[in-house]
């Protein structure tokens, strides 16, 4: 099993910066990669930003290409940048323990462990 806590939500201005965090716990050594995704309501989990576990290498969905990056150490983090009012949204961090392909990690399906979630609220 893993565990997996997101930090570090709230409310900013446009234009302004935050930083998420993902506490990574339990089996560690199983996984492949972790995600950020996020949610507004009524519409369906988007594809943020993935990271491998091993290796580090990343990927980013071309809506926050150049502005967002992630990271990792003993957390995964994801560094928002130039905050949107579109970036409003509960972000999730998700961690999948099996090999999957570069194009297959924007897939939430394929994610076996979610985190609660962080509410990110960009004010215009």
């Known amino acids: 099993q893993v565990q997996l806590v997101e930090s570090g939500g709230g409310l900013v201005q446009a234009g302004d910066s935050l930083r998420l965090s993902c506490a990574v716990s339990g089996r560690t050594l199983s996984m492949y990669a972790v995600g950020w995704f996020r949610q507004t309501p009524g519409k369906e989990r988007e594809f943020i930003a993935g990271?491998?576990?091993?290796?580090g290498s990343t990927y980013y969905a071309d809506s926050v290409k150049g502005r967002f990056t992630i990271s990792r150490d003993i957390a995964v983090y994801l560094q928002m940048n130039s905050l949107k009012p579109e970036d409003t949204a509960v972000y999730y961090c998700?961690?999948?323990?099996?090999?999957?392909?570069?194009?297959?990690?924007?897939?939430?399906?394929?994610?076996?462990?979610w985190g609660q979630g962080t509410q990110v609220t960009v004010s215009s």
């Open positions: 990271i491998r576990w091993s290796g």
């Open positions: 998700a961690a999948v323990n099996y090999v999957i392909g570069a194009g297959g990690l924007s897939d939430d399906w394929r994610y076996n462990y």
